[in-house]
T-cell receptor
């Protein structure tokens, strides 16, 4: 069974600060996805990383996939109240198959104005 | 693009009744759809994987006779919770993937099920 450990589980910071969320596993994944979920809604895909060492940027969000494809990080610079939400990492092993995603437990992020 | 809808958004039912939840891919054909369950303050847990025209594959610990999944077309999958009980109350979320080998899954908005 593949597991994804996500940390921290809860984070409350002031607007303008930077933060990093980590997603770690002892298993190798073919892809790693980051989602953001609002209460009562489904997750919304932020980014997919598939290559070891890959870095992707989405405005103030920077995503990195570890060289060994076992871990990933999400870094937010100058956090804003609109960034508040549940951030989920999810590992996939698609490779032509039909596997569902393995989700981390999520990081509840609160940005205080 | 890549919009997935679910119906209903929320449902309240009596214990012992069955409830059907629909998941539709609106602007693409989904060869594979997935059903997840999420309890309050927790992450998503995969329940089953369904491919169009074939039987669903259930995760360990998920009762296939209780959670009936049908994927009759490339745009529609249904989850039926049979003889629902209060412990089945949860947030059920489906996702769809366009083609095998593609990584991205696109999620529906979820269905809140409350069993009284």
């Amino acid at each position: 069974t593949q597991l994804l450990e996500q940390s921290p589980q809860f984070l409350s910071i002031q607007e303008g600060e930077n933060l990093t969320v980590y997603c770690n596993s002892s298993s190798v994944f073919s892809s790693l996805q980051w989602y953001r979920q609002e209460p009562g809604e489904g997750p919304v895909l932020l980014v997919t990383v598939v290559t070891g060492g890959e870095v992707k940027k989405l405005k103030r969000l920077t995503f990195q996939f570890g060289d060994a494809r076992k871990d990933s990080s999400l870094h937010i610079t100058a956090a804003q109240p609109g960034d508040t939400g549940l951030y989920l990492c999810a590992g996939g092993n698609s490779g032509g198959g039909a596997d569902g995603l393995t989700f981390g437990k999520g990081t509840h992020l609160i940005i205080q104005p | 693009g890549a919009v997935v809808s679910q119906h209903p958004s929320w449902v309240i039912c009596k214990s012992g009744t069955s409830v059907k939840i629909e998941c539709r891919s609106l602007d693409f054909q989904a060869t594979t759809m997935f059903w997840y369950r999420q309890f309050p303050k927790q992450s998503l847990m995969l329940m089953a994987t369904s491919n169009e025209g074939s039987k669903a594959t259930y995760e360990q610990g998920v009762e296939k006779d209780k959670f009936l999944i049908n994927h009759a077309s490339l745009t529609l999958s249904t989850l039926t919770v049979t003889s629902a009980h209060p412990e089945d109350s949860s947030f059920y979320i489906c996702s769809a993937r366009a083609l095998a080998g593609f990584y991205e899954q696109f999620f529906g908005p979820g269905t809140r099920l409350t069993v009284l």
